[in-house]
């Protein structure tokens, strides 16, 4: 059997046992106060705790934390404490914990929640979840859930488990909450705007995602300490396994909503390559808080400075569309700056155009850049403009020697942290319906199988 029949004959079993399972599943969720019980297993990565930076009325206070004794874990605890402190909106979260070196099995064997979060080490994540869905538990899981083609493969095989045991399992696409790439998508919806999506080029791509990330960063105010294992990538993962899985899934969302996505047929992967980011032993020291590289780093160390293989490019097409995603890890941000986005999709009439630069703050920005800048696009642009502001109050336009800067008030600027509510909002509504929408799971899993594939490619 060929590779392309292997993975088409996946396709389609895995497709088949996600348009059955999903029907007559009877809801296990009302959205009465306190029914949703939170385990939270292994937390080794600070978005674990954002997932609690508010309380929800569905869930109980009271948290059921799984994990080995360590830093991790103690930080995981000072950051929910943090929130129950604060003077602002402060929290009232209940973590029981219960740690030692058989906290896997004793979380399946005392099953006291019903939805695991689990955000931290890669290389035992994928594991993790299938060990809860095979126990009946819910799954919101951090990105990535797989980091390898081996973990792919379980990945795929964990989603048709979760069908068959009436459970759910999403993971945390925060971006798609930014409101740039919100408006973004919404433009691209106006064919009297930006027309139709180019098909592109491998040298002139229809769609662009850039992501610029930094080791050393704050979170809810307070510096982020690393974990020594975030920069292995055995166990974080590279980076084009790791932040290119929100770019692929934002191309996925933008380009092709609402659409059951075949990864054996939709998606060819045409390139693939990977670079490292060389941190000094005092940049390790500072971020990490250790004095020292450990032993499971050394096999990355030359002349005294850690290679971690955090920068990645992938070059694929998606249903004929010329696609390219690229994640750039440095050490720390220019003063005044902070991560940062740039994206572009490529219409027939107009590009649309995120950047998030100096000029502008650092805030992403949507412009509008249309091939023929003249009266007529100017007519159609603010007619239909009508139809985001019904979607997005308040949003204008402000015109430039390029086109147009989508103007945001500054309501919709609510920052990387509040998506982590937002995207649990939305799966606690997902529990209450007993599905997830049709498109999600074939979509998750051609988001994971073009990361892990291009990983196989680059290497």
Same mark, same amino acid.
């Given at each position: 059997m060929s590779r392309n029949t292997f993975y088409t004959v996946l396709a389609l079993s895995v497709m088949i046992s996600v348009n059955s399972c999903n029907t007559g599943k009877k809801p296990s969720f009302t959205g009465a106060e306190g029914e949703i019980k @939170?385990?939270? @297993?292994?937390? *080794?990565? /600070?978005h674990a705790a954002l997932v609690q930076k508010n309380m929800y009325p569905q869930v109980s206070p009271e948290v059921f934390v799984y994990a080995p004794e360590g830093d991790d874990l103690n930080d995981h605890l000072e950051k929910i404490k943090g929130y129950n402190r604060r003077q602002d909106n402060p929290t009232s979260w209940k973590e029981e914990v219960y740690c030692g070196a058989d906290f896997l099995t004793r979380m399946i064997a005392e099953k006291k929640g019903n939805v695991m979060i689990t955000a931290g080490n890669n290389r035992k994540k994928t594991e993790y979840i299938r060990q809860a869905i095979d126990a009946g538990i819910h799954v919101l =899981? +951090? %990105?990535?859930? =797989?980091?390898?083609?081996?973990? /792919?493969?379980l990945l795929r095989q964990t989603f048709a488990a979760a069908q068959q045991n009436g459970v759910l399992l999403y993971d945390i696409m925060t971006e798609r909450f930014e409101i740039a790439t919100m408006l973004q998508k919404e433009f691209s919806l106006l064919p009297e705007v930006f027309g139709a999506l180019e098909? *592109?080029?491998?040298?002139?791509?229809?769609? $662009? %995602?850039?992501? $610029?990330?930094?080791?050393? %960063?704050?979170v809810s105010g307070a510096a982020l300490k690393r974990p020594a294992w975030f920069f292995d990538v055995e166990q974080q993962g590279e980076g084009i396994v790791d932040v290119t899985t929100h770019l692929v899934d934002l191309v996925q969302w933008e380009c092709f909503p609402e659409v059951t996505l075949d990864y054996a047929k939709d998606v060819s992967i045409i390139s693939a390559t990977r670079r490292p980011t060389v941190l000094s032993r005092e940049q390790f020291v500072q971020v990490t808080g250790l004095s020292d590289f450990p032993d499971y780093l050394a096999k990355d160390v030359r002349n005294d400075s850690l290679f971690v293989y955090a920068n990645g490019e992938i070059n694929y097409r998606l249903k004929g569309k010329h696609v390219k995603v690229v994640v750039i890890w440095n050490y720390a941000a220019p003063e005044g700056a902070g991560d940062?986005?740039?994206s572009v999709m490529r219409g027939t009439k107009a590009d649309l155009v995120i950047r998030q630069g100096a000029e502008q703050r650092y805030k992403p920005t949507l412009y509008i850049e249309p091939h023929a800048n003249d009266a007529a696009f100017e007519t159609a642009l603010t007619g239909q403009l009508a139809k985001v502001q019904a979607k997005y109050p308040? $949003? *204008? @336009?402000? %015109?430039? +020697? =390029? *086109?147009?800067? $989508?103007l945001v008030p500054e309501k919709y600027h609510n920052g990387h942290e509040a998506h982590f509510g937002q995207v649990t909002e939305r799966f606690l509504q997902y529990l209450i319906d007993g599905k997830l929408p049709e498109w999600e799971v074939p979509n998750m899993i051609a988001k994971y199988y073009t990361t892990t594939r291009a990983l196989e490619m680059a290497k």
């Open positions: @939170l385990i939270t @297993l292994d937390p *080794g990565h /600070f =899981a +951090d %990105k990535p859930m =797989a980091i390898n083609a081996d973990n /792919f493969e098909d *592109g080029t491998p040298e002139q791509p229809s769609v $662009v %995602k850039e992501s $610029v990330h930094h080791f050393a %960063k704050y940062t986005h740039y308040d $949003v *204008g @336009l402000q %015109k430039n +020697d =390029a *086109g147009w800067e $989508v």
